[in-house]
């Protein structure tokens, strides 16, 4: 899916996706764009379709609430594969850090009997700590990162059968279980919102005032004012419909932060920028400068202190941790990112795009799972889903 | 037609979304005759030759092509190469891990159910080099040799084929001094054994050495044609830029001052040879003066530059000294933090980042420069990006344009507009800034050097064209086989001297 013209846009406004912006784009720029168009209308086709065919039982907010919840976990591996897939590199440990930190943070709080938070902090240090190992091993060993975390697979799922003795570990208490299964409050919800929509219309309006400021073309100011109304009706509805169940979900609430916040830091700091340059052509970026270990490393480091965040959303949901936990995770992980447009050559790729390729996953999962169908057919639909919409990124890239 | 004309192009009109890229062009190449096509970057020549050769369909293009009086409609390319035509990029379409003789009979071996004859392709690839007169192993690895020798084998390949058209796009760009040496008596023997050759090229040296008509495009449009004998070399480069070039080597004077940047006995070892490709290298550069290193290719002067960078990928021995301090080199970074810049020799793979935008790249040597805590101000790298844009006129719809948009002058601004967006560094590596640039902008880069020079930072140049070197540069050191073996100034030197250090040594 390598593309040389990106939907660079997407890059350095998150939601960029939503804008329409006429201006400097080449013919395969304006393909790209069409194509995270193509696929939230795809998504919002799927919505309707399985809508459509459970009588009104999958927009309810009950099972949104599910699909929101559903999601949140792979979400959060997702922010990291697409990290490190734009950096070049790729982690199939995901799966495995997830289960041991997990696992690790039910040791501490079910057989040690720590409280929560200590429990969570320690598993996320170990999370971190094994991101750090594993950076190392690529960044200045130069061993294969699909090596390190093959090897990383097996051992982490090693240690954690070693403390576990295979056995399953529970029951969680409240206080931990809240992080899987508790709901923010509707008053703490709204507030949340009110603060998105302010800076959605902020960054809106800012970013356009900049680009004109140098001469950049700038959509007209309608279409400007109807995206950002677009996208702050969709955050009102998104808030509106978690509310009307029994508030936002815990785990969509930090998966937001984390996008928000990652999707922030891929666009607008000197590590993202140095990401993007290391996965879009790594001698140019370490001649012009950059520190190429240094930040291949931080990423590795957050790509598994995510999973271990995971790992432990994954313990509370379940109230247990299971020595099987997150097996096979890190392919989701991939997949999403992949089918949210980020290229497996690197230097392309955003996570906004990566949440919605989750997003359209785990619907077809959930929509899957209402009509009884079985899930041995549900991984032959994803697999074919995921070839079909490479496959078409590519056939329109050489359009 | 008359009867000698083997092919012929008859008002071409070749559209893209947005741009004409041939306008009404046409052109005639007779039997035996080396037909040159010369104009600036975009000036079409290259497309007009992919219509000849089939890379695009009969139907995206208006006109006609007619090979010996027959009009084709070619629906690809291995309908032209039925026809005779074939042509030879510059980026060879070679597989390096197969031998000379595999590359030769790709796709059509001698096989008899399925089952190739080895030893037939042997025999036949060694008569089809010897045919042209080539003493290349046939058993050799291609990934082994040397371009020069890589391109002998590609256009072997093309007359094994019975091409009786060969088209050749910018042969000489990637070639040392021997290899075009080599490849000009190669198409010599084309010639006498009645090959039609179209030659593209920006090398008027070469082009007025072994064309027998020169055509000039411009702009997709044919502005002259005309023989040899008739042209002049500034005739045709009136043509190519529409204006006349009254000095391609603008000659600036500037002051010389004391010495800035020292290197003393540096010693490169290749990492998988253990050989030394760099031998007990020493010298030094003043400021504002602007020194050239010239040598063939494999003299080892782009791993100079790596090495004195920190990027060379084997062991470096060497002591470098800046403002006549020495300092510790591990890595780019270092390099960079004590004034020494470098613009490597390929720009798609070491230079720019094909994935970014023009801003990207031009502050991409100054992330923290344009940022606060970690985060980029995006209204620092705006004024960055416009200032650099700016000041070297590079020419881009957009600073968001995607770089690969850009012609190939324009994004070797780019790169030197990296560096140029930071602080002035003491000395400015250029390791062939001006490779696969036309005329017009070639003349820009020329003048962004000297201004480097005169606002009194030593710039140190690479070339392998040596009216380049003789032209803009003040002192020039000879490299052959890892070592400096001549040293010239610019009053005493000429290109012969150059080449004779080069190949003999002092």
């Known amino acids: 899916m390598s593309d040389a013209h990106p939907s660079l846009n997407a890059r350095k406004d998150p939601l960029g996706f939503l804008r329409t912006q006429v201006g400097a784009g080449s013919l395969r720029t304006l393909a790209r764009r069409y194509r995270k168009y193509a696929m939230f209308l795809a998504l919002i086709v799927l919505w309707i379709g399985f809508q459509l065919l459970s009588h009104g039982v999958f927009l309810s907010t009950r099972n949104l609430a599910l699909l929101a919840r559903q999601t949140s976990i792979t979400g959060i591996l997702t922010i990291g594969a697409v990290i490190l897939i734009v950096s070049g590199n790729f982690d199939i440990s995901t799966g495995s850090v997830l289960g041991l930190t997990g696992g690790i943070a039910a040791i501490l709080h079910v057989w040690m009997g720590w409280s929560a938070l200590p429990a969570i902090l320690a598993a996320i240090g170990v999370g971190l700590a094994i991101g750090a190992w594993q950076g190392y091993w690529v960044a200045y060993k130069r061993v294969p990162s699909f090596i390190v975390t093959l090897a990383g697979l097996m051992i982490w799922r090693g240690v954690l059968l070693v403390l576990t003795q295979g056995k399953t570990i529970a029951p969680v208490r409240e206080s931990f279980a809240f992080l899987g299964s508790g709901f923010l409050s509707r008053p703490l919800g709204i507030l949340l919102l009110i603060g998105a929509i302010t800076l959605v219309a902020v960054s809106a309006f800012a970013t356009r005032r900049n680009k004109q400021k140098y001469g950049l073309p700038v959509p007209p100011l309608a279409t400007t004012v109807a995206s950002t109304a677009l996208t702050v009706l969709l955050m009102i509805a998104f808030v509106s419909i978690l509310n009307g169940y029994h508030g936002i979900p815990v785990p969509v609430a930090f998966l937001i932060l984390l996008v928000a916040a990652f999707s922030w ?127 078409f990124d590519i056939s329109a890239k050489n359009k | 037609m008359p009867a000698d004309v083997v092919v012929e192009m008859r008002n071409i009109t070749k559209e893209f979304p947005g741009v004409v890229a041939l306008a009404d062009v046409s052109i005639a190449v007779r039997k035996g005759e080396i037909h040159a096509v010369v104009g600036e970057n975009g000036a079409g020549k290259s497309t007009l030759m992919k219509v000849l050769c089939g890379f695009y369909p009969a139907s995206t293009f208006r006109g006609e092509v007619l090979v010996k009086s027959k009009s084709c409609r070619f629906q690809s390319v291995k309908d032209a190469e039925q026809e005779g035509i074939a042509i030879i990029f510059q980026e060879l379409n070679l597989a390096p891990n197969l031998s000379v003789a595999e590359n030769i009979y790709l796709g059509r071996q001698p096989c008899r159910l399925g089952i190739i004859d080895p030893y037939k392709v042997q025999v036949d690839a060694q008569r089809c080099l010897h045919d042209i007169g080539l003493t290349i192993d046939p058993q050799a690895q291609v990934g082994d040799l040397p371009i020069g020798k890589r391109q002998s084998v590609e256009i072997a390949k093309a007359i094994s084929k019975d091409a009786g058209i060969l088209i050749l796009d910018e042969p000489t760009s990637s070639l040392s001094e021997n290899e075009i040496e080599m490849l000009m008596g190669l198409l010599a023997k084309l010639k006498a054994k009645g090959v039609a050759c179209i030659y593209i090229s920006h090398k008027l040296n070469e082009v007025f050495r072994i064309a027998d008509t020169i055509t000039v495009l411009r702009d997709g449009k044919l502005v002259g044609t005309g023989s040899k004998t008739d042209l002049t070399k500034s005739m045709v480069i009136s043509l190519m830029v529409g204006r006349s070039i009254q000095d391609i080597f603008p000659k600036a004077e500037h002051d010389i001052g004391g010495s800035v940047f020292e290197l003393r006995n540096m010693n490169l070892t290749a990492a998988s040879t253990g050989l030394k490709v760099v031998r007990n290298v020493s010298f030094e550069v003043r400021k504002g003066e602007i020194l050239g290193i010239s040598g063939l290719m494999g003299s080892g002067r782009t791993e100079l530059l790596l090495g004195i960078f920190g990027a060379y990928r084997g062991k470096i021995e060497g002591e470098v000294s800046v403002q006549g301090k020495r300092v510790q080199i591990r890595g780019p970074a270092d390099a960079i933090r004590h004034g020494i810049y470098l613009v490597p020799e390929d720009r798609r793979l070491s230079g720019l980042v094909m994935t970014f935008t023009v801003s990207e790249n031009i502050t991409l040597a100054s992330l923290d420069g344009i940022a606060r805590f970690g985060t980029i101000d995006l209204a620092r790298e705006y004024r960055l990006g416009e200032r650099i844009r700016r000041d070297l006129a590079i020419k881009t719809p957009s600073l968001e344009t995607p770089v690969p948009n850009l012609s190939g002058g324009n994004q070797q601004k780019i790169v030197i507009g990296k560096w140029l967006a930071r602080k002035a560094p003491e000395v400015m590596f250029l390791d062939e800034p001006t490779r696969g640039i036309d005329v017009g902008a070639k003349h820009e880069i020329y003048n962004i050097i000297n201004s480097l020079s005169r606002s009194g930072i030593a710039v140190v140049i690479v070339s392998s064209e040596l009216p380049e070197v003789v032209g803009l540069c003040d002192r020039i050191l000879v490299m052959n086989e890892g070592q400096i073996r001549g040293e010239f100034l610019r009053e005493e030197v000429d290109e012969e001297k150059i080449m004779y250090a080069a190949t003999v040594g002092a």
């Open chain 1, 265 to 391: 830091v891929m666009s607008r700091t000197t590590f993202g920028r140095a990401i993007y340059a290391i996965g879009g052509n790594t001698e140019a970026a370490s001649l012009s400068g950059v520190r190429v270990k240094r930040n291949l490393l931080l990423g590795f480091v957050i790509m598994s202190g995510l999973c271990a965040l995971a790992g432990v959303l994954m313990t509370a949901r379940m109230n247990a941790a299971a020595p099987t936990a997150g097996t096979g995770m890190e392919l989701d992980a991939i997949a999403a990112a992949v089918l949210g447009g980020t290229s497996l050559s690197g230097g392309i790729g955003t996570i906004t795009g990566g949440i919605l390729g989750a997003v359209i996953m785990a619907t077809l999962d959930n929509g899957m799972s209402l009509f009884n169908i079985s899930s041995y057919y549900q991984i032959i639909v994803k697999g074919l889903i995921l070839l079909l919409a490479v496959w």
